[in-house]
Each structure stands twice: as C-alpha cells, then as structure tokens.
C-alpha cells in the first residue's frame, strides 16, 4: 500500500507539472540539464512548465525564471572595495586581512572589463601563462555558446593559454581507473544495458549504493525524457528482483519489494572481495570466459584464498569488516551465480580514498560470473547517477564551436584544488601515508 501511494503522488506531480497553458502563445522550448522546458507566455509573464512527453519530469528547473528575476541575482559587476581602492590609486595596496570581511562595490561594465584585462595582462607578464588557473568547474549552461567552461577556457586560450583542472568529483578515481582495466567511462555510457533489455533479462539485479532516481533528475546536455523511475518500475513488474547494499534504505524505489542489505560505509569492496571468494571456493565462477576474455585471474585467486598475505578474503573476514552476516554474504554469492544478474556501483563509491577499489573488485565479480556481454547480465557503473545511463533512446551530438589550443600543458586534479590553493608555489603534496601527489603535469 506504501508503494502504490508513492506511486499516486508521483503520477500527481508528474499531472501537475505537465498542466497545459490556458495561454494562445505557441509553445518554445528550452534544454537544461534538469529536461526540457515548455515556455509559455512572453515578457514579465512568461512561465515555464514540465516538457508534456517527459514520464518523470523534473521540477528543478521550473524555478529558474524566478532565479532570473530574484532579488538576489548579481546584475552589475562588483570588486571588493580595497582591491579596487588600490587599482583606482586611492590606496597603497589591497587589504588581505579583510578578504572575506569586507564588503564589494559596484562598478560600471567598462571599468570591470578594463580592471579583468588589466590584472590578466599583470599576471601574464610578470609570471607567465602558466600562473593562471582556468578550471571552471560545474555544469553551467547546457547551450554550447552560453556553456561557461566553453567561453572561459576559449578566452584564455587566445591570450596565451592556462592551467587547467583534470577529471571531476563525480569520476576521477573511475576516469583513471576504468581504461586499465575495461574501457573509458566515456565509451562505457553507451554501452550501458538498457532499462528495456534489463525487463526482459535480468532476474537479479543488485546495486552498491542504490540507483537514486532524484540524481538521474540531470543529465549533461539536457534530457527529453527521464527514464530511470519508469525504467525500475518496469523490470519490478517483470519479475526482477532487488538487492540493494547501501548504509541508506530509500536509496531505489521500485514500486516494489527490493531487499535492504545495511552494510559499514566504505567496506563495498571487502564483501565484493568475499563474494568473489565464495564464488571461486565453491567452484560457482565461470573459467572459461575468464580464459578467453580476461586477464589476470591467475594473480587475483591467490589472493582471494589468502595465499599471498595469509588472509583468505572469505565471507568470515568480511563480516567483520562491514557488518553484514557471513551467511548472508555467501548466499548473495550463490544467488548471482545462479541467475541472471546485474551488477551496479552508484559513482559515490569511488568519492574516497582509494575509490577505485570498489569499481576494479566489482568488476572483477562480474567477470567471475560469465554474464558480462549476455542481455542483461555483467556489470554497470552508475545506473540512477544521471538520465543517460540505461537509456537506449538515440544519442546525437549538437554544434559545437572551437575552444582553440591550449599553450600550458600543467593541470591540477579537481580534488586538489584546495590544497593547490594552501600551498602556492608547491608542486607537490603528501597525505600521509600515502606517497607524494603530482599536482602538475
């Protein structure tokens, strides 16, 4: 009865969003990551309302002409007052104790471009290009010509060249793992298996950390149609069946049953390593395809049976580390094994030390199974992080407009911007015990 309500509100707020317009103004269209919009009316009175052929529309975006036209919208540029008193010649310096203290003027257009340029030009001949970070990091506009890191990265590029930021918070330990060991991510989002296939095949499906339908709320570039609700609910009313391992509960909606297995955060990969141990202890792995499509597994089952550090990765020594029973680690071994399984790893994963563990132990399940290549069997990284993934619909690519070439060839790893930021001049840093992190190419 829980789950038919959910579904009730659902299929109201979806009636909501798709009202139509009691307005005689033909229908524009606009694409953001959040879907498409409909935008009726004109001028202080337009509105946006939900795309009507979207089955799960997302009402993020329904705010942004609000935002547009809020109190709080920056709409004239602004300088701090003793960096600009220092530039105008009204003081000897800029104030850096009062950074983050004191309050920012407005300033004409013409005189913010001119101070831009002015301070562009300083850094560039006293330093060189390489002295200036332009690594805007984030979504932006999902339009190619308004798209942020487009524009920034194309303006410096024509002055010289920057520093750039290197993979992202969502994927950097998957971007530089997966290539080693399957494909690159890029490659790997097309080949998702889809929501459709998977009806129609997969009778087990298990996630490591859900598949979160408010995250799959985006997808880079925009999306017509958000398909990861009516894509669960279509294979619970085939017959699939749900593990979800995850610390959060609700992290899936089905509209069905989905079984709940609480596990200690950051110990995915120990009870991954235990399941694969099950799996090559009782003779359940499949070795001819590892045979013929693997590499590898010769190192891997020494060290699931313990015999290169003395610690066989068994569902015993498992237990201990994430909290989940040995009994019921060794029948999700027997259970994928017996069936034809999916496995999935949600991106939050891999947000973490050693992050690429997770990814590399799941895989190697998966390969340990047989199924990866087989309708609705193997493996997916990131089923319910944004639209895209199990989305079979045809996937086509816009204009584009050129950026250039970039002179400076150093980058700086998103996740160390902090610490490029607390150690001016470094090209290194340490975090203990690990070895020194390269900050630079």
Not at 78 to 86: D, E, Q, T
Not at 187 to 192: A, D, S, T
Not at 259 to 275: K, N
Not at 390 to 396: E, R, S, V
Request: hydrophobic residues 40%.
């Amino acid at each position: 009865m829980q789950h038919q309500s959910s579904r009730d509100s659902e299929t109201s707020q979806a009636e909501q969003l798709n009202a139509s317009s009691c307005s005689s103004s033909p229908l524009r269209y606009t694409a953001t990551h959040w879907g498409v919009y409909e935008a009726v009316g004109s001028g202080s009175a337009m509105r946006l309302q939900a795309f009507s052929r979207d089955p799960s529309p997302s009402p993020i975006g329904l705010s942004m002409l609000e935002a547009a036209r809020g109190p709080v919208r920056v709409r004239r540029p602004a300088v701090r007052r003793s960096w600009l008193a220092s530039r105008r010649g009204d003081a000897p310096e800029t104030r850096r104790d009062l950074r983050g203290q004191e309050p920012f003027v407005e300033v004409e257009w013409n005189e913010a471009l001119d101070l831009i340029a002015a301070e562009i030009e300083r850094v560039r001949t006293a330093h060189g290009n390489s002295a200036i970070f332009a690594g805007s990091y984030g979504w932006s506009s999902a339009g190619r010509f308004h798209h942020a890191q487009s524009q920034v990265h194309r303006f410096y590029n024509s002055v010289g060249g920057y520093v750039r930021h290197a993979d992202s918070y969502s994927l950097g330990a998957a971007r530089v793992l997966m290539p080693h060991i399957v494909a690159s991510m890029e490659e790997l989002f097309g080949l998702h298996t889809s929501w459709r296939v998977m009806a129609e095949h997969t009778r087990l499906f298990v996630t490591f950390g859900g598949v979160p339908a408010k995250n799959a709320q985006v997808a880079s570039g925009g999306a017509t149609e958000h398909l990861v609700p009516s894509g669960l609910r279509s294979m619970a009313e085939a017959g699939v069946r749900f593990i979800n391992i995850s610390p959060v509960r609700d992290d899936i909606d089905t509209g069905g049953d989905v079984e709940w297995i609480p596990i200690r955060p950051g110990t995915d990969t120990a009870l991954l390593l235990a399941v694969a141990h099950t799996l090559l202890q009782e003779g359940l792995h499949d070795p001819a395809f590892l045979a013929s499509h693997c590499v590898g597994f010769e190192r891997v089952a020494p060290y699931l049976l313990g015999q290169t550090d003395g610690q066989p990765k068994d569902a015993a020594w498992a237990a201990g580390i994430t909290e989940v029973p040995a009994e019921r680690i060794i029948a999700l071994a027997r259970e994928m094994a017996a069936t034809r399984t999916m496995l999935n790893v949600a991106w939050s994963l891999q947000r973490s030390h050693h992050g690429e563990q997770p990814f590399w132990a799941m895989v190697t399940v998966a390969a340990m199974l047989g199924q990866v290549g087989l309708p609705g069997g193997g493996f997916g990284v990131g089923y319910g992080t944004t639209n895209a993934l199990g989305n079979d619909n045809a996937k086509f690519s816009g204009p584009t407009l050129p950026q250039g070439s970039n002179a400076v060839r150093s980058f700086i790893p998103v996740a160390r911007l902090t610490d490029m930021l607390e150690n001016p001049g470094g090209s290194s840093i340490t975090t203990a015990p690990a070895t020194p992190i390269q900050i630079s190419a």
